[in-house]
Nanobody, 126 residues
Framework: QLQLVESGGGLVQSGGSLRLSCVAS????????MGWFRQAPGMEREFVAA????????YHADSVKGRFTISRDNAKNTVYLQMNSLKPEDTAVYYC???????????????????WGQGTQVTVSS
């Protein structure tokens, strides 16, 4: 069982930056691929970024490429999402998730993740 707790959300002006953190409890964090998803009001949950458990391959949604960066620190059981050049359309609840997938195509699919955090609100004002 893995428990995930996100932090780092908040209110920021357009063009600003935030860094989200997700701390995992459990001894097997390094064997999970980790992802960030987001959900805006009235919208479906959408993929933001992921990092595979092996070789630290990373994947980012086209909408955030060049602005957001996912990384992980296995020694701290933590995955990060550095968000720069934020836009109002980035406003959403951001969720951290963990899954056992190893096929890159699974990175984008919420059903491939077995554990989810409670989410942290990110609001970008114009």
């Amino acid at each position: 069982q893995l428990q995930l707790v996100e932090s780092g959300g908040g209110l920021v002006q357009s063009g600003g930056s935030l860094r989200l953190s997700c701390v995992a409890s459990g001894p097997t964090f390094s064997s999970y691929s980790m992802g960030w998803f987001r959900q805006a009001p009235g919208m479906e949950r959408e993929f933001v970024a992921a990092v595979m458990w092996i070789a630290d391959y990373t994947y980012h949604a086209d909408s955030v490429k060049g602005r957001f960066t996912i990384s992980r620190d296995n020694a701290k059981n933590t995955v990060y999402l550095q968000m720069n050049s934020l836009k109002p359309e980035d406003t959403a609840v951001y969720y951290c998730a963990a899954g056992g997938w190893t096929d890159y195509r699974s990175a984008y699919v919420p059903e491939e993740y077995h554990y989810w955090g409670q989410g942290t609100q990110v609001t970008v004002s114009s």
